[in-house]
């Protein structure tokens, strides 16, 4: 990928799992940022179509205090918007001054929209930056393992990201899977087995069945 300071590109279609995430430059509230930076480490990225808008600010204010927690997750925030630097810089301020939160991750500039055109955030037709509100989960090979698309009017759940990159380090970790609502410390499920000979030797616990079996968490 081409830095957007450079030049744009066009991605024929939006990111799809397990797809490495494309490399950028870009400026950022804290100085110029690549992608790239990022490896070695977990990396949530979230973007957003404007800045001073109600919905977003309330996320960048539950990002911001529950940086701690990510970071013990060795997962980074990189927020986007939309906007440009100084409008950015302007947005921060206001929230530390008013809600006296300070927001400490860097937030991206992407005026001509190069990048959520290139991460294909938006339609080719699309008249305006709405449908800039995704969420990327990317790991340390810059694989991207989860995404969520929000509308405007809806915002997200910093708990449930937080539950959702402990939940893939997990299974990357112990090779398991993780039940619905699956929280740090519960019991996991075994990843099913697919050679038959092995299935059919499996023997499971009442309650259990070959294809569902628990296990402590590891």
Not at 134 to 146: F, K, L, S
Not at 191 to 201: G, I, L, P, Y
Request: net charge negative; with cysteine; aromatic share 10%.
């Amino acid at each position: 990928m081409e830095s957007p300071l450079n030049a744009a590109f066009q991605a024929p279609r939006p990111l799809r799992l397990n797809e490495h995430a494309p490399d950028f430059r870009a400026r950022t509230t804290q100085g110029d940022v690549s992608l790239s930076d990022y490896r070695g480490r977990w990396l949530v990225l979230f973007s957003h179509p404007a800045d001073f808008t109600p919905v977003c600010t309330s996320e960048f204010m539950a990002f911001a205090q529950a940086a701690a927690e990510f970071e013990a997750l060795d997962c980074a925030l990189l927020a986007l918007s939309i906007d440009g630097l100084y409008s950015h810089l302007a947005w921060i301020r206001d929230i530390k001054e008013r809600w006296g939160v300070a927001i400490d991750f860097p937030i991206i500039e992407d005026p001509s929209m190069a990048i959520a055109q290139g991460y294909g955030m938006l339609a080719p037709d699309a008249t305006d930056s709405a449908t800039a509100r995704i969420t990327y989960v990317i790991d340390p090979e810059g694989v991207i393992r989860a995404m969520n698309w929000y509308p405007m009017e809806v915002g997200r759940s910093v708990p449930e990201l937080l539950r959702l990159v402990a939940a893939l380090q997990t299974s990357d970790r112990h090779a398991v899977a993780t039940p619905e609502g699956w929280r740090p410390g519960s019991p996991v499920l075994e990843r099913v087995e697919t050679d038959a000979s092995k299935a059919s030797a499996i023997q499971p616990r009442d309650g259990e069945s070959w294809y569902f079996r628990w296990r402590p968490c590891p």
